[in-house]
C-alpha cells in the first residue's frame, strides 16, 4: 500500500466518525479554532479525542483503584490475581468487548526478610532488599569480608578465584537521563552481578540501588535465577556512600541475610479486552500496561499508570459513537517484573499473550506499551519507513499540541510486554515519557498514588486516544513500510 | 549593668583581641572593607568570625563523621556511647579546654520488629513505625477493627468505652511552617494520643507520621511511657491516605505486631568541653546540640548538625588569639529523643547537666542549642529586655549580611536541652533557623549525611561564632535586663 492512500482512506472514515460524534466539548464551544480549517480533515477526531482527555478521564482513577484496592501486586501474588480479576469486571463495565482473563504458569518468588549490616569498621545496620529472585541466604546469614568495586567494569575485572569466601560489592550509580538510559546502562550489574560475583568466588554480592536520587530508598528488581548466582541485595544510594567511606577506613565486614520462597505452582494472567475494529477487525493494534508490581511500593508508576493511561485511552475510542476500522485490543499483563528460573525467559505475560497467538501475529499491526511511569510524553517514534510521510505529518498535527516532538530514529522496542512480538517482527511505536525522576521511585517503596500527577497522566491519555485513533482507522500498514527514496543523483 | 557600659567594654576587649589576631584572612586581603571604617570596632573580630566561617569550616566534616562512624545513636545505646567517646577525644585534639563525660542512668528502649497491615477491606502491609518508649503488642500481634478521625480532637471527644478492644487511628496532617510550628501543633498527637486512645477503651493506636512530605516515611518520635497507654505506632502520611480510602470502601481491620525491649540498666552521657574564659570564667555561656539520635536513619539533621554547628563556632573563637572574657561552654547533650517512664521527666541530658550544677546555675549567663536541621539561619531572638539598644544594634550589624533578621518577640525557649535551665530561669537565645524540609526528613531513615548542605551549614557556624564573641567578649548581662523605657507622657 501506498502512502498516498492513507489520507483519503482515514479521512473518509473519519468524517463519518466526525459527523456522528458527540455534542463539541466545552472547550470547544467557548473558542472556535480557526485551526480547524487548515487541519486535514480525517484528523478532527483524533483532535477532538486529545482535546477531550485534556479535559480530564478516568486515568487517575483507575490508578488510584488499582493501588488502593490491591496495594502491591507481586508476580503471581494472590492480589495480583485479585486485581485481575478486578480488572476483567472493571472493563467490561466500561464498556469493552471480549474481555477475558488468560492464565498461565509462573515460578513466583516471595520475600520473607532481608537485612545488611555493616560488621566492621563502623558497625550500623543499611536500608537494603534482597533482589527479586535471589537465592536465600543460609538461615543465619552469611558475614564476611566484602571487596568495594566503584564499577561493575571492575569487578568483572577481578581474578577468577579472587574473591572466595568474600562479599563483592558494587558502588556503580546511574545516571538521571530524560530517556531512563541510565538506567539500561547499568542495569546489567542488577541481572549480571550475582553471577559474575559467584564466578570470582564470592559468597554474596551487595549493589548500590539502581536509582537516581539521594533519598534512602532501596531499590528491588529481579535478577537471574540460576544455580551460577549468589545471594544478591541493593543498598540505597546513602547507604552505598556510606560503605565507601567506611571501607576507606579499614578492612570492611558486612553480615547480610536474606530469605525467599518459591512457592509451588505459581500462575499469573493477562486480562485482554477489546475495542472490536467495524470494518478489519482481525487487524489488531495491540496496547497496554503491566497489572504486576514489586513488593514494596504499590506499583503507581510502575505500572498501575501504564495500565490506566491506556485503559483511559481506549476507553475514550470506544466512546465514540463509531468504532475504529481496526481492532484496538487492551492488555493488562500479567508478571512483567519478575524473571524466571534459567534458561526460562522472563516477560511471561507477554510470552503468553504472543504464544497464544502465533496464528495471528501477522495481523497485528502495531504494538506499544506504556510502562514508564507518569511523566509526560515528549517524543514520538514509529517504524521503520514512517519518519516521513503524510502520516507522520497528520499525527505531529495533531501530538505537537502536546509538547511532544518527532524522533526521527525509528521505534525498536516498544516496551518490555510486546518486546516478544517486537520478535516476532510486528511493528512497534513508542510514546516516549520524561523519565527524569522516574528512577527516583522505580522499584521502592515510594512508588504509591502521591507519584502520581493527574494533569500529567491525561496528557499521556491524550496522546495516546489520538494516536490509536489514526492508527486504527486508517489502513496504514506498518507491516510493509514504503520502499525507501531513490538516492539523489 | 547599664547598656551604656556594654559597648565600651566590649570595645575593649575587642580591640585587643583584634590586634592579637591572626593575620587577615585571604578574602579581607583582596578586598579592603570600607565597611570596617563605619562599623564600631568591637564589632571587627565578630566580623571576621563570620567571614572565616563562611569560607569553609570543620562542621561538615564533623556530621559526615559522626553519622558515617556511628550511624545510628539511640539513647542508651552502644553506639551513642562510643560517639560521645570519641566526641571527647576529637574535641581535646580540637583544642578545647576541661574536656570530660558525664554520665547518667537512663531507662533506654530498643526497637525489634514492627508491622502493621490492612486486614480489610483491602489487605496490604504499610509502611510504620512503633513510637519511641511505645509498649510490645502481644506476640502474635493485635487484629482488630479500626475507628478512622480525622483529627485528634475527633478522638478526644469520642465517649469513653467506644473504642472497646478497637484500634484508634488518627490521620491529622501536619502543616509545613517555616518555624516547624506545624510540629509543634500538631505533636501532642504522638505524645498524648496513646493515652487517650486507650482512655477510650482502645487496644493499638496508629497515627499519621508528624511529617510534612508525601513520600513515603514512617516517622519515630518519643511517646508516653506508662501504664495508661496502648501500643503504637505511626504510619507513613501516604500509607494514612490509604487507610482513608480504604476506611471509605468498607469496615477497616487492622493487624498490628510491635516488639521492643527495655534493657536493665541503661546509661547515657553527655560530652562537656569549654572555651575557657580568660577574665570572668566562672560566668559561662551553655551552647551545643545532642548526640543521640533515633534509630531509623543516622541522624544528621537531628543533630549530627546542631552538634557540628555548635562545636565548628566554639572553635573558630578558641583559634582566636585570645579567649573571650566569659566561659564558652559546649555540650554534646545524650539522650534528647527518647521519654521516660512516667513519672520521670525526659530530656535526661539537659536535667543532668542542670542537676550537675545547682550551685552555679546563676553563674550561666545564657543558654541555647542548635537543634533544628541544617537550614539557614533567618532569624535572630534575645531574652526580654534586650530587643532594642547598642548590643542588638551590633549584633545585627554583623548578622544581617547573613540574610538574618531580628525577631523582636522575646526568646522563651533555647532549645529542649537547655529547657531545664530557662525553667532555672538562665536567659535562652534562638538563631532560628528555616525548617521549612525539616519535617520531611525529621526521625526518618532518610535523616542522613545527603540531607546536611556544607554552605548552609556554615552559614549557621558564622551566625553563631558572631554571636557568641559578641556575648562571650561582653558584660552584658542578660540575666538583669535594663527597666522597661517610661510610658510616654
Sequence with gaps: MSILRIASAVGLSLAVAFSLSAEPSAAQARKKRPAAVRTLPYAGTAEQLR??????????????DITTRFGPRMAGSESERRAAEWGAAKLKALGFDNVAIEDFPLTSWVRVSEKVEIVSPYPQPLVATLLGGSPSTPREGIEAEAVVFETFQA???APDGSLAGKIAVVLQPTARLQDGGGYGYASAIRSSGPQVARSKGAAAFVMRSLGTSDHRWAHAG??????DVVPSFAVSPPDAEQIRRAARAGTLRL???GQAIVPPEGRSQNVVAEVRGRERPEEVIVIGGHLDSWDLGTGAIDDASGVAITTAAAKLIADLPVR?????????????ELSQPQPRPGLSGGRDYAARRQASLLQHVIASESDFGAGPVYSLSLPAGFQTGPFVTT????LAPLKITFTTTPATSGGPDVTPLAEAKVPVFRLHQDGSDYFDYHHTADDVLERVDAKKLDQNVAA???LLWLIADSDVDFRNPPPPPAPAA
Aim: aromatic share 8%.
Design 324 to 336: 475504529p476500522r481496526r481492532t484496538i485490543r487492551l492488555v493488562w499483563w500479567g508478571a512483567e
Design 222 to 227: 529481579a535478577t537471574r535465577r540460576a544455580d
Design 255 to 257: 553480615r547480610v541475610n
Design 155 to 157: 569487578l568483572r575485572d
Design 51 to 64: 482535546d477531550r482527555a485534556l479535559q480530564g478521564t478516568i486515568a487517575y482513577a483507575l490508578v488510584e
Design 464 to 466: 495516546w486516544a489520538a
Design 395 to 398: 499525527v505531529m498535527r495533531v
